[in-house]
């Protein structure tokens, strides 16, 4: 019997891995980057690392510039292969703003990154400077026309939302390297990163509702949201990406942003990532970023600003009694889907203990989320420009 079961959860990992690696319809149409593209990836990625002295060098990514502002044909799909076993993929849009008020949202020392990227990025932590730099600086108040580049080196601790996928969701350190030039009338912002090493285990999450009302349960159990495989160990292995935002000109209101990819991430130390799922991430992400700094309902910066320290300086008290207030506007949400609360939050949602167990960090993060989502009127936030949540009692148990 025991040989039988062994069988039968060994038949249930394979089918699991053949339907999640199948390829979607753009590999066949997809085409890998052109060399000088993938020449300037190499040099940005050597800048990454603690303790790096590699200087930058603007002509050897001029080639990689070139590419990104270049217009690219509708349904165009790039990746940069498939070296050292990494899946990749490639996406860029254009954003209505200014690069000043891009930075002032996306690097702001007193926001948390995330809250232009909340469909991809729990929690964001900048954890340490590197010198010269005592601290992370205003990014955008270093432009000097005609000077030389500026560099920042750093580490921080992200957190991802649950993946489209498998609803698995990951915590992992980033070295990261910022760098600042002028190219003609041209100002450029290129953040790279590379993961500092393994992930810790992926836990299960769950998108409640619509992926694009940025509802998420991180639920903190091992594991994969994924049919037959609940039991799964998985880990993001390593992972690097260049961001690249610039603009035509220093008066110009509309930005280009690029993103390279790359991502090892699997289980049994076997690379189960496909390029297609990186670029739907990466759609996921392009969405989102556009939706959110071409709203008409975001909130002043200064007013973004002032809603995080209030959050940052609440009581742990105060804190857990804003979830309190959030846990039962989650059970109303997910009673108004189909199937109901008890179909789409899991037993932990119902678990006095697991509220209990809420990190600062994680309900910081979840306040400051949902004050953003009441600014631009998502659900389930029904209070527009609240710092925090309505007190109420807590949930119902039924489902």
């Not at 810790?200 to 998420?216: A, E, M, P």
């Not at 002043?300 to 207030?325: F, N, P």
Request: charge should be neutral; aromatic fraction near 10%.
């Amino acid at each position: 019997m025991r040989k039988f079961a062994d069988s039968l959860r060994a038949l249930v990992f394979i089918s699991a891995c053949i339907a999640l690696s199948a390829g979607g319809s753009r590999a066949a149409d997809e085409k890998i980057l052109p060399a000088e593209v993938l020449s300037g990836t190499e040099h940005l990625l050597s800048l990454v690392g603690s303790a790096n002295g590699v200087k930058f060098q603007p002509e050897r990514i001029a080639g990689l510039m070139d590419f990104v502002i270049r217009n690219k044909k509708d349904g165009e799909i790039f990746s940069a292969g498939s070296a050292n076993g990494f899946s990749s993929s490639y996406i860029e849009l254009d954003v209505r703003t200014r690069l000043v008020d891009l930075l002032k949202y996306s690097f702001n020392p007193a926001i948390p990154w995330f809250v232009t990227s909340p469909s991809s990025l729990r929690s964001t932590s900048w954890k340490q400077t590197d010198k010269p730099w005592p601290e992370l600086p205003r990014l955008w108040e270093l432009f000097d026309a005609g000077g030389s580049p500026v560099v920042i080196r750093g580490m921080e601790t992200v957190e991802n939302t649950p993946d489209l996928h498998t609803g698995g969701y990951y915590r992992y350190d980033l070295h990261r390297t910022l760098i600042l030039f002028t190219s003609g009338p041209r100002r450029t912002v290129i953040s790279i990163s590379k993961q500092a090493d393994v992930s810790d285990v992926g836990r299960k999450g769950y998108i409640v509702g619509n992926d694009q009302d940025w509802t998420y349960f991180y639920s903190g159990e091992p594991g994969l949201n994924v049919t037959g495989l609940g039991w799964v160990k998985s880990y993001m292995y390593d992972s690097a990406g260049i961001s690249v935002y610039t603009e035509a000109g220093q008066d110009a209101t509309a930005m280009r942003v690029a993103n390279f990819k790359w991502l090892r991430a699997g289980w049994s130390n076997i690379n189960m990532v496909q390029n297609d799922h990186i670029y739907q991430g990466m759609v996921r992400f392009a969405r989102t970023f556009k939706e959110i700094l071409e709203s008409p309902r975001l909130p002043a910066v200064k007013t973004l600003e002032g809603d995080c320290l209030k959050i940052a300086a609440l009581s742990d008290a105060a804190l857990r009694d804003q979830m309190k207030s959030y846990r039962r506007l989650l059970a109303a949400h997910g009673e108004k889907l189909d199937g109901g609360a008890r179909k789409h939050l899991p037993d932990a949602f119902w678990s006095e203990s697991y509220w209990e167990g809420l990190s600062r960090q994680d309900m910081q993060s979840l306040l400051v989320l949902e004050t953003l989502k009441g600014y631009l009127g998502k659900s389930p936030a029904e209070r527009q420009g609240s710092a925090a949540a309505p007190s109420s009692q807590a949930p119902p148990q039924g489902g």
